[in-house]
Structures are given as structure tokens and as C-alpha cells.
């Protein structure tokens, strides 16, 4: 058995960096023709490389083109590893990969995909930001026994919560997987998912457990949902609340960091509301704590002051949770 | 198995017939019936109805269900029992003769239902043997001692078309007010496998002309990196106005992309023309103008000068010469299409100047070529009008948000510029809406050999 080495990794990251896809490609296949699971090089070559093309992005050490482009480059690098697995024969069961609407980071789905075949399954993927109206229409024709959901963004939360009403409303189970549902499944389960998987490798125990028939998912009742709803609502009016107010504060403080990054403010303040919602729709602080340090990092690296984020949340609190009870707990226990 | 006395929906416990039982009771069988609705009309894929009417039958009205359907060829008999609820069980058999004095012939030709009380007279059960095929399915039945079978006939829009059959254990019979609620429910069975089955058989023709309507597979063109986007305003079918093709050979490349008046199948239909037209034009003749030219003299086709051609599309045809340093040589043509972009690795975006009369406004319009060459690492952005007329809360995304955001792709290759171009076209239009307009994007760059 061959495992993938450090220098592979190097190389692979490497191409992504020069985003060469020609390269990235022969690396593969190479390591393909050297006997490589191909499991191994989804998930130990090419995820954790992308993983740290993210976090280029978010150290500022890459541009979002770079970002792109190198996604590009394992995105063909997946396609590469896909073309060498087999359809299985007697397929286990069938699976439609989908990424809730809003969701643009495809390549994890996609690699979900891949694995799954690998792991037996016949597969459907069906690519970026796919909405629930869209779904539904796949549903009807494809029938499969589950469809697994990929969240990366806590922004697609509530979308994922969309995708997960339309496939059990016809009856079919669902895998919940990626970042944005956190490191336990108690997020996916408080959007109503039959089932989390925190990686491919464990996806398979958790599909067999699945039962073949599900019933519709009850409205989500708390009054975190209620709130969700009404941040959803009033979104575009609170975001230019917080911005303007949140820059001015900055600008009291003389931390005009961000001025001339108004692409990278707009972001900040959409990731801290989006995460709120998430935080609401899902009952869990840890979506919003998360978020903050995601914030953090993102802004440190771009040269801002230590005290943006705290400014930010004093604005959230003041706009945001004046109204909003829930979510005003919600943004004092991350602060804490 | 079955160590627990199951209670089935809506029966009241032995010797309370109270006015309170009653009626909850009857809230009770209300409640079963609107949630086993729900369930049912969830899908439109009836091979997922059909295990969801089972799902709901079971045990909620009885400890054993079985649905006999038509297929093409004879029927087949799906069953699941109350201790395995999530299997279940098939078999093929050849269609019952109707008219049928016993099973399920009996039932399909009458369209009523009947309740048999089950005798031990020998091995296997006459009523068993007439209406459960042998195997499996009568294996799982028997197994659980059966006392009654109800089969109930699949009745929606006038015919009947399977059976629903049931079956209780001893002690546990069908008494009046169970028949009264299998029957209700076995209507509402009835009717969603039947839509079901409708909407199967519109959705596969559909779904085959469709099929032949979407974006063609890109060619494997290993000296021309292309990245190409379509999103169609007629979601589900992903068909729509907006149309692409990449053929020829390496080093020589001809590249289409182009926008249909209209929406829709309508608007479908005339692209795969379009496409066709244009590859049967390029097996004489590669010439970018040649093939509008052509392009336009087949939407005339059969027209008249009384009667001028109905439809009209705009389009853009370039043919890319390939160099091994990565650079390229275009020569495009356009047919009243927005103008591409060039995109330089410094970050410099550039309009082509290249212009042309829309196809179908005139039978003897001519087209002329504008040549661009691109050094390696530069791209060409072709796009339709989705793109600069998509809208948001600022208003159409405008030919100035697109030069902006190219020119930050700049360098990254053809696929990082689409897919950029695709998302923020679809983020700018807004989430929860299919898109206004169908949106085809294709960008191309060189690759060194």
C-alpha cells in the first residue's frame, strides 16, 4: 500500500501555488499509477492542500484570483482522480451531492462525490449553490437514497435547512458534512439532517445507518428560527446600519484600517450577520464564536487594529440585537 | 417478533366507547390521514411513493401491506412488515387475468374491495395463495400468522390500476371503522401513485429532448485552457436562448458562443440548430464570418419577402490559432453580440472591437473579421447579455463590473474567470430566484506546450 508523502504534498501545493494545472494533474496521476488509494489523494493530497489555499487567502498572502485559480487546479485535480475510479458495479446505494444555495465552494462536494463512488456508491453531483426549487425537481427524477448536503460558509446554513425541507419532504434522508456544520453533528441534527458525517471515510458507516424512508422535517419552531427570519428580512437595511456605523466607530478609535478596503468591509459585516443567523437558526453559540475568530484572523492580516472586531460587536449588539433578544445573548456569549 | 400489542391508528381501547374516546378517536384518524397525505404527495417519483404508501400503512393500519402495480411487461408485488419496516420487498409476476373469480384479478376488474377472514385449511391458505405470489412475499406473511387480508382496489381518474392489500393478525381483525380508514386511505394512495406515474412519463419525454437542448461537452483541447459557464432562466431543464460549442483540432480552434431571442424550450430548440448549422457549415468552411453568413442565410431558410424570418440570434464565432509558447492568434467575427474582452496579465481589460448585424434581420448581411492576438497568459472573455443585464439592487451589473472583476481574475486562467464571472452574476441577481435572463460565459487562454 502506498500513502501519499510529504514531497507529494509539497509538489501538489506547489502546482496549486504556480497554478499549474498541467502539473497538478501529472502529480495525480502519477501517484494514481504509483498505487495510491484514491481516496488517500482526496482526502490526505488534494483537501488538505486547498485547506491551505484558503487560509493563504485569509492570511492576505493570496488574492481572491489566486484563491480561484488554484481551486481551479484541484478542481481538475479531482476530476483527474474521479476519471480513474470505476462506477461500482453493485452500488450500495445512490447518493445526490448537492451544495446548499450560496454555497461556491464546490470542490468539497465534489470530493465528497468522488469518495463516495470510491466507497461503493453511485453518485450524482450537482455542483455550486444549487437551490431547494432545483433540488426538488432532481428529486422527482433521480429518486436516490440520500442526499448529501456540503456546507463550507455558515452564510449557506439556512440554505442547507432549505435543501434538507425539500429532500425529506419527499421522503428522502440526509448527510450533512463540512465545515460550516462544526465538528459534532449537533448542528446538522438541529436543522433537522438525518445524519453528520465529519468526513468521507466516516460517511459510509453513517449512510448505512440511514433508514430508507424519512418523514417531513417539522417547522423549526424556536425563537432563535423566529429571529433568523426576521434578520433574513431586514438583511440589506441592517448590513448598511452596521457598516456605517461600524466604520465611524473605527474611525473614532483612529483605526482607519480598513478604509480603501470596502470589498473587505461589505465581507465583514456579511460573514458576522450571516453567522448570526446561522447561530439563531441552529441554536449554537459556536457557529457565531467561530465566525468571530474567522473575523479576527481575516482582519488581523490585513493590518487592522485589535480592536475592530470588538467594535463590530458593539454595532451587531446595538443594530442587530436591540430588537432581537436571542441574538443579543448570542453576541455576548461569543464575546465572552 | 411482535412481543408488543401494537395499538393501530384511531382504535379505541376494548370496551371505551365514551363520548371523550370518540372523539379523540376521531381527532386521532383526522390527523393520521392529513400527515400520511403530506407524505404522499411529497414526491412525484413513484418508485419513492409507492415505499412511502407502504410507510404509511404500516403499522399504522395494518401489521403487513402489499402493492401490486402494472410494469411494462406484468406487475410487480412490493411488500414490508411492521417488525421490518425499512425493507422492502419485491417480486415480479405476470398479470392477473381480469375477471378472475378470486384475487387479485376479482379486485381490478370490480374496483371493490374485500375483506377475507384467513382459514387454516392446509399448508397455505387458499385466500394466501390467491393473492400473495410465493416466495418471499408469502414466506413474510405467513410468518406473522395473518387472520384478515383487505384488498383494496387502486382507484384514481377512473381506473384502477393495482391493489393495496392488508394484512392483520389473529385477534386484531378489521372491524368496520378499520376497512372505513384503509379505504380512505388507499384513495389518497391511489391517487398520488397515479400523478406520479403521469408526471414520470412527462418528465422522461422531457427530459430526453432536453437532454439534447443542453451545452455540449467541452472537447479535450490541450493546447486552449477553457472555462464555460450556463446558467438557464429555465432552471430545472437547463435549457435556455444562450449556446456554446468548442470544436476543430489542436492548433486550429473554432470557438461559438451565442443568444437565442427567446427563452426557454422555444428558444432551445433554435440553438441546437444554430449549433448544427454552424459544424455542418466549418466542414467546408472554418472562416469565422463564413459560418455567421451561413448562420443567417439558414434562419431565412423558407422565408419569403412577404414573410421575413421570425426568429433572431446574435452570436460571436472565432477561430484560435495555437502556438506551443502559449500564445494566440484569434480571428472573430460577431453577429450583433455583445463584444468580448481581452484580459492582459497586467490587468488591462480591452473591449474587441468587432461589430455585425444581428442574425435574421437581413438575408444578405455580410460579416467581417477583427484579428486579436493574445501574448501567453492573457484571455479572451466571451459572454451574453445576461451578464451585463442582470439585476440587483444597484441596478443592471453593467459592462463596468464585469471589466472590473476580470481585470482582478487577471492571470488566473480561463476556469478561475468563468466561474468568477458566473458567481457574481448569480450573487448580484439575488439568492432564491432563478435567474431573470439565461447567462453563458466562456473564457480562453493559451497553454505552453
Known amino acids: 500500500m502506498t500513502y501519499v508523502s510529504d514531497e507529494a504534498r509539497e509538489n501538489f501545493i506547489k502546482a496549486l501555488d504556480a ?16 498505487g495510491v488509494d484514491p481516496l488517500d489523494l482526496l482526502l490526505d493530497l488534494i483537501a488538505p492542500a486547498q485547506q491551505v489555499v484558503g487560509e493563504r487567502w485569509q492570511s ?14 484541484s478542481e481538475a485535480a479531482v476530476g483527474t482522480v474521479g476519471a480513474w475510479i470505476p462506477e461500482p458495479e453493485h452500488p450500495l446505494g445512490y447518493a445526490v451531492v448537492a451544495c446548499a444555495e450560496r454555497e461556491w465552494h464546490a470542490l468539497a462536494a465534489r470530493i465528497v462525490t468522488e469518495s463516495l463512488r470510491h466507497l461503493g456508491w453511485r453518485t450524482t453531483y450537482l455542483g455550486a449553490s444549487t437551490p431547494a426549487h432545483h433540488l426538488a425537481g432532481y428529486l422527482h427524477r433521480l429518486d436516490p437514497d440520500v442526499v448529501a448536503v456540503s456546507c463550507s460558509m455558515p452564510a449557506a446554513l439556512p440554505a442547507a435547512r432549505r435543501i434538507i425541507e425539500a429532500a425529506s419532504e419527499a421522503g428522502i434522508p440526509t448527510l450533512a458534512g463540512g465545515r460550516a456544520f462544526g465538528t459534532g453533528p449537533s448542528r446538522a441534527l438541529a436543522l433537522g439532517a438525518s445524519g453528520w458525517a465529519a468526513s468521507p471515510r466516516d460517511a459510509a458507516g453513517v449512510l448505512a445507518e440511514l433508514r430508507p424512508i424519512v418523514e417531513p422535517v417539522p417547522a423549526l419552531a424556536h425563537a432563535g428560527a423566529d429571529e433568523q427570519a426576521e434578520l433574513l428580512l431586514r438583511n440589506r437595511e441592517l448590513a448598511a446600519r452596521v457598516l456605517k456605523e461600524w466604520l465611524a466607530a473605527l474611525e473614532g478609535i483612529g483605526a482607519d484600517c480598513l478604509a480603501g478596503l470596502d470589498a473587505e468591509a461589505d465581507y465583514a459585516v456579511d460573514h458576522a450577520l450571516h453567522a448570526l443567523a446561522a447561530a439563531l437558526l441552529t441554536d449554537d453559540v459556536t457557529v457565531l464564536v467561530e465566525g468571530r475568530e474567522w473575523l479576527t484572523t481575516l482582519l488581523a492580516a490585513r493590518g487592522c487594529h485589535a480592536d475592530a472586531v470588538p467594535r463590530l460587536w458593539t454595532v451587531l449588539s446595538r443594530v442587530a440585537g436591540s430588537q432581537l433578544p436571542v441574538a443579543s445573548k448570542l453576541l455576548d456569549q461569543a464575546a465572552a | 417478533m411482535f412481543e408488543q400489542p401494537v395499538r393501530y391508528v384511531a382504535q379505541p381501547p376494548l370496551g371505551q366507547l365514551d363520548d371523550s374516546t370518540l372523539l379523540a ?17 411529497g414526491s412525484l417519483n413513484p418508485d419513492r411513493t409507492l415505499r412511502r404508501a407502504l410507510h404509511v400503512t404500516v403499522p399504522a393500519v395494518a401489521d403487513w401491506a402489499q402493492i401490486l402495480l402494472p410494469t411494462r411487461t406484468g406487475v410487480r408485488y412490493t411488500a414490508v412488515r ?10 415480479e409476476g405476470v398479470r392477473p387475468p381480469l375477471g378472475d373469480i378470486s384475487g387479485h384479478g376479482r379486485i381490478l376488474t370490480t374496483g371493490r374491495h374485500e375483506l377475507m377472514h384467513v382459514l387454516a385449511d392446509g399448508h397455505v391458505p387458499e385466500i394466501v395463495a390467491a393473492t400473495v405470489p410465493e416466495g418471499q412475499l408469502r414466506d413474510g406473511l405467513l410468518g406473522l400468522r395473518p387472520a384478515d387480508l383487505l384488498v383494496l382496489p387502486l382507484t384514481a381518474r377512473g381506473t384502477t390500476f393495482g391493489t393495496l392489500t392488508l394484512a392483520r393478525r389473529a385477534g386484531r381483525g378489521f ?23 403521469v408526471y414520470a412519463e412527462q418528465a422522461h419525454v422531457a427530459e430526453v429532448l432536453a437532454a439534447s437542448l443542453r451545452a455540449p461537452e467541452l472537447p479535450d483541447t490541450p493546447d486552449l485552457a477553457i472555462g464555460a459557464r450556463m446558467r438557464a432562466a429555465m432552471h430545472a431543464a437547463e435549457i435556455g436562448g444562450d449556446f456554446f460549442d468548442v470544436f476543430g483540432e489542436p492548433g486550429d480552434w473554432s470557438v461559438l458562443l451565442g443568444d437565442v431571442a427567446g427563452k426557454g424550450a422555444e428558444a432551445a430548440i433554435l440553438t441546437g440548430q444554430a449549433r448544427h448549422t454552424v459544424r455542418g457549415a466549418a466542414y467546408y468552411d472554418r472562416r469565422p464570418a463564413e459560418l455567421l453568413r451561413v448562420l443567417n442565410a439558414a434562419l431565412f431558410a423558407g422565408a419569403d419577402r412577404a414573410q421575413p424570418a421570425s426568429r433572431f440570434l446574435t452570436a460571436l464565432s472565432a477561430r484560435v490559432t495555437t502556438s506551443p509558447d502559449g500564445s494566440l492568434s484569434v480571428r472573430i ?3 450583433g453580440h ?11 481589460v480591452e473591449e474587441v472591437p468587432v461589430k455585425g448585424l444581428l442574425c435574421g434581420a437581413l438575408r444578405t448581411a455580410r460579416y467581417t473579421e477583427v484579428e486579436q492576438e493574445l501574448a501567453p497568459g492573457d484571455m479572451m472573455l466571451l459572454f451574453t447579455d445576461g451578464v451585463p443585464d442582470a439585476i440587483g439592487s444597484g441596478g443592471r451589473f453593467g459592462l463596468g463590473r464585469l471589466s472590473q472583476l476580470a481585470a482582478g481574475y487577471a492571470g488566473s486562467g480561463p476556469h478561475a474567470l468563468a466561474e468568477a464571472v458566473d458567481i457574481a452574476v448569480a450573487e448580484y441577481s439575488g439568492a432564491g430566484l432563478a435567474p431573470t435572463d439565461d447567462v453563458a460565459v466562456l473564457a480562453f487562454g493559451g497553454v505552453r506546450q
Open chain 2, 25 to 41: 378517536t376521531a381527532r386521532e384518524r383526522a390527523a393520521y390521514l392529513a400527515d400520511a397525505s403530506k407524505q404522499l404527495a
Open chain 1, 19 to 34: 497554478a499549474d494545472r498541467r502539473l497538478a494533474v501529472e502529480l495525480v496521476s502519477e501517484l494514481l499509477d504509483d
Open chain 2, 82 to 91: 411492521a417488525d421490518e419496516p425499512d425493507r422492502f420487498v419485491s417480486e
Open chain 2, 338 to 348: 455583445p463584444r468580448p474582452l481581452v484580459i492582459r496579465t497586467s490587468g488591462v
Open chain 2, 333 to 335: 467575427a460577431s453577429a
Open chain 2, 175 to 197: 372491524e368496520s371503522e378499520d376497512v372505513a380508514v384503509a379505504v380512505e386511505i388507499t384513495g389518497r394512495i391511489a391517487i398520488a401513485l397515479d400523478t406520479a406515474r
Open chain 1, 60 to 73: 492576505g498572502e493570496y488574492s481572491v484570483a489566486q484563491e480561484h485559480a488554484a481551486t481551479a487546479v
